[in-house]
C-alpha cells in the first residue's frame, strides 16, 4: 500500500505534468529544428511567435464566449485555434518576405539571420504587449477537471491521490495527434518528401527540379501550426503572459539541440527529457521517501536539489553539457 501511495504521488507531481509539460515542449522544439533543418538558421523569434499566435487564439477566444458559443467540458479556445494558426501563418510568411527572403538571396552567413532574427523577436514581443498587455491572462473555460484528486482517493482507498485536468489529457492527445500528422507529412507526401530532400543537399535539391520557394513558404506553414497549438496548450495547462513565452525559448532550443538539432525525432526525445529534468529537480522527493523508507530512516529535508525559480537553470546547464561532449545530440542532427 504505501508502494503505491508513492507511486501516485510521483505520479501526480512529476510523471504527468512532465508529460504535459513536455508535449509541450515537443511542439516547440519541433518548429525550432525544421526551420534549422530546412532554412538553416536558429530562429530566435520562436518563443514570440509562439506568444503571437496564443494571443490571437485568446482574443478569438473571448470574443466567442462573449457571444455564447461554447463546446463544454472542451474550452473554447480549441474553436479559435485555426484562426490563430492562420494568423500566425500570416505572421511567419510576411516576416520571411520583409526579412529572411533577403539574407537568403545573398547567402548571409548563419549568424547574420540569427542576428535579423533578434530583431523580429523584438519587434513581435513588443507587439503582443501592446495589444494584449504584459500580465496574465487566463483564457480557459469548460470543465477544469477529468477526475479530481479527491475522487481518486475515494475511487481507490488510497492515502495519496492522482488529478487530471483536461488540459493534461487535451494536451498529449493533441499533441500525440499533431506529431503522427507531421511524421506522416514528411514521410510520405511528395510536398514532405521535397522538404527532406531540400534539407539533405539544397543544390542537388535544385538540380531535381525541387522550387525552394515552395518548400520555404510550407516550412512556415508547418511551423506556424506547430508553435500556435503549443502556445495555446501550454496557455490552457497554465496561463498566458508574454514574458513566459520568451522565456520558453531555452527549453524549447535545448530540447532541440539535445535531442539533434534539425532531427524531428530527437526534438521530441528532447523535450520529454528537458521537462522530466526540469520537473524532477525541482521537485521536493521527502513526502515519497518517507512512503519508502522506514521510519528511522525517513529524510529530515525536503530533498529538492531546486527552487522552482531556476527550473531554467536545468535546461541551460544540459544544453552547456550537450554542446561540450555530444554536440550532435542524443540522434544525429543537421537532417530532416
Same mark, same amino acid.
Given at each position: 500500500?504505501?508502494?503505491?501511495?508513492?507511486?501516485?504521488?510521483?505520479?501526480?507531481?512529476?510523471?504527468?505534468?512532465?508529460?504535459?509539460?513536455?508535449?509541450?515542449?515537443?511542439?516547440?522544439?519541433?518548429?525550432?529544428?525544421?526551420?534549422?533543418?530546412?532554412?538553416?538558421?536558429?530562429?530566435?523569434?520562436?518563443?514570440?511567435?509562439?506568444?503571437?499566435?496564443?494571443?490571437?487564439?485568446?482574443?478569438?477566444?473571448?470574443?466567442?464566449?462573449?457571444?455564447?458559443?461554447?463546446?463544454?467540458?472542451?474550452?473554447?479556445?480549441?474553436?479559435?485555434?485555426?484562426?490563430?494558426?492562420?494568423?500566425?501563418?500570416?505572421?511567419?510568411?510576411?516576416?520571411?518576405?520583409?526579412?529572411?527572403?533577403?539574407?537568403?538571396?545573398?547567402?548571409?552567413?548563419?549568424?547574420?539571420?540569427?542576428?535579423?532574427?533578434?530583431?523580429?523577436?523584438?519587434?513581435?514581443?513588443?507587439?503582443?504587449?501592446?495589444?494584449?498587455?504584459?500580465?496574465?491572462?487566463?483564457?480557459?473555460?469548460?470543465?477544469?477537471?477529468?477526475?479530481?484528486?479527491?475522487?481518486?482517493?475515494?475511487?481507490?482507498?488510497?492515502?495519496?491521490?492522482?488529478?487530471?485536468?483536461?488540459?493534461?489529457?487535451? +494536451?498529449?492527445?493533441?499533441? /500525440?495527434?499533431?506529431?503522427? *500528422? $507531421?511524421?506522416?507529412? #514528411?514521410?510520405?507526401?511528395? !510536398? &514532405?518528401?521535397?522538404?527532406?530532400?531540400?534539407?539533405?543537399?539544397?543544390?542537388?535539391?535544385?538540380?531535381?527540379?525541387?522550387?525552394?520557394?515552395?518548400?520555404?513558404?510550407?516550412?512556415?506553414?508547418?511551423?506556424?501550426?506547430?508553435?500556435?497549438?503549443?502556445?495555446?496548450?501550454?496557455?490552457?495547462?497554465?496561463?498566458?503572459?508574454?514574458?513566459?513565452?520568451?522565456?520558453?525559448?531555452?527549453?524549447?532550443?535545448?530540447?532541440?539541440?539535445?535531442?539533434?538539432?534539425?532531427?524531428?525525432?530527437?526534438?521530441?526525445?528532447?523535450?520529454?527529457?528537458?521537462?522530466?529534468?526540469?520537473?524532477?529537480?525541482?521537485?521536493?522527493?521527502?513526502?515519497?521517501?518517507?512512503?519508502?523508507?522506514?521510519?528511522?530512516?525517513?529524510?529530515?529535508?525536503?530533498?529538492?536539489?531546486?527552487? +522552482?525559480?531556476?527550473?531554467? /537553470?536545468?535546461?541551460?546547464? *544540459? $544544453?552547456?553539457?550537450? #554542446?561540450?561532449?555530444?554536440? !550532435? &545530440?542524443?540522434?544525429?542532427?543537421?537532417?530532416?
Amino acid at each position: 500500500m504505501e508502494i503505491l501511495n508513492a507511486l501516485v504521488l510521483l505520479a501526480n507531481f512529476v510523471l504527468i505534468p512532465a508529460i504535459s509539460y513536455g508535449s509541450q515542449l515537443a511542439l516547440g522544439a519541433l518548429g525550432i529544428t525544421l526551420i534549422y533543418g530546412i532554412l538553416r538558421f536558429s530562429h530566435f523569434a520562436h518563443g514570440d511567435v509562439m506568444a503571437f499566435g496564443t494571443m490571437l487564439v485568446i482574443l478569438v477566444t473571448w470574443a466567442l464566449q462573449s457571444a455564447g458559443v461554447s463546446i463544454d467540458p472542451l474550452p473554447t479556445a480549441l474553436l479559435a485555434l485555426p484562426i490563430g494558426i492562420i494568423g500566425t501563418a500570416i505572421l511567419l510568411l510576411g516576416t520571411d518576405r520583409v526579412v529572411y527572403r533577403f539574407y537568403r538571396k545573398v547567402r548571409a552567413a548563419p549568424i547574420v539571420v540569427v542576428m535579423a532574427s533578434l530583431g523580429v523577436m523584438f519587434v513581435v514581443n513588443g507587439l503582443v504587449r501592446f495589444i494584449i498587455g504584459p500580465n496574465d491572462q487566463n483564457f480557459a473555460d469548460g470543465a477544469r477537471f477529468l477526475f479530481t484528486v479527491r475522487e481518486f482517493r475515494d475511487y481507490t482507498g488510497l492515502d495519496e491521490g492522482m488529478g487530471i485536468r483536461y488540459s493534461q489529457m487535451i +494536451t498529449v492527445a493533441i499533441t /500525440a495527434l499533431v506529431v503522427a *500528422l $507531421l511524421f506522416w507529412f #514528411l514521410n510520405r507526401t511528395r !510536398t &514532405g518528401k521535397s522538404m527532406r530532400a531540400y534539407s539533405d543537399n539544397e543544390d542537388l535539391a535544385l538540380l531535381s527540379g525541387i522550387n525552394p520557394e515552395r518548400v520555404v513558404t510550407v516550412t512556415w506553414l508547418v511551423v506556424a501550426v506547430l508553435v500556435t497549438v503549443a502556445g495555446t496548450l501550454y496557455g490552457l495547462d497554465k496561463s498566458f503572459k508574454p514574458f513566459t513565452y520568451f522565456q520558453l525559448l531555452l527549453p524549447m532550443f535545448a530540447a532541440a539541440i539535445l535531442g539533434g538539432l534539425g532531427n524531428p525525432l530527437g526534438a521530441l526525445a528532447g523535450a520529454f527529457v528537458i521537462a522530466l529534468s526540469e520537473v524532477g529537480v525541482t521537485y521536493a522527493f521527502r513526502k515519497f521517501f518517507q512512503y519508502l523508507l522506514p521510519e528511522s530512516m525517513e529524510p529530515s529535508s525536503l530533498l529538492q536539489l531546486l527552487s +522552482t525559480d531556476y527550473k531554467f /537553470a536545468v535546461s541551460f546547464v *544540459l $544544453l552547456v553539457l550537450v #554542446l561540450l561532449f555530444r554536440p !550532435t &545530440g542524443l540522434f544525429k542532427g543537421q537532417s530532416v
